[in-house]
């Protein structure tokens, strides 16, 4: 499953990291009370970005994370403490993977450039 990790448009050509819902339709769109979201900013789980008038703003990616938050509390009983370890790490893995693509295809161009034969005078 490959994600956006930039800022590159996601579904509906908004970019993942782009803040678009204010915590009431965050909290909607995940199926959790207002207050939930705000445990989980305050537990380090999730940034939202503010406004100038400090209204929470949440992204695609922020959404995102609450989901995969949600399901390890609720299908594994993973405690807030074991999903911010698990999210973390799979960030991490997954900017691994990234550079290991990014590494792999410079190979691949490197491979296919043909350098000219030896002088054999």
Known sequence: MARNRSSEPGEGGVPDDEPCYVISI?????GMHQQTLRYYERAGLIEPKRTTGNIRMYSNRDIQRIRQAQR???????????VDIIVRMSEQIQALQDELAQALAEID?????????PYQG
């Not at 609720?74 to 807030?80: A, H, I, K, M, R």
């Not at 161009?109 to 034969?117: C, K």
């Open 109 to 117: 161009r490197m491979r296919s450039i043909r350098l000219p034969a």
């Open 72 to 82: 390890l509390v609720d299908e594994l009983g993973v405690n807030l403490a074991g």
């Open 26 to 30: 965050a909290a909607r769109l995940v």
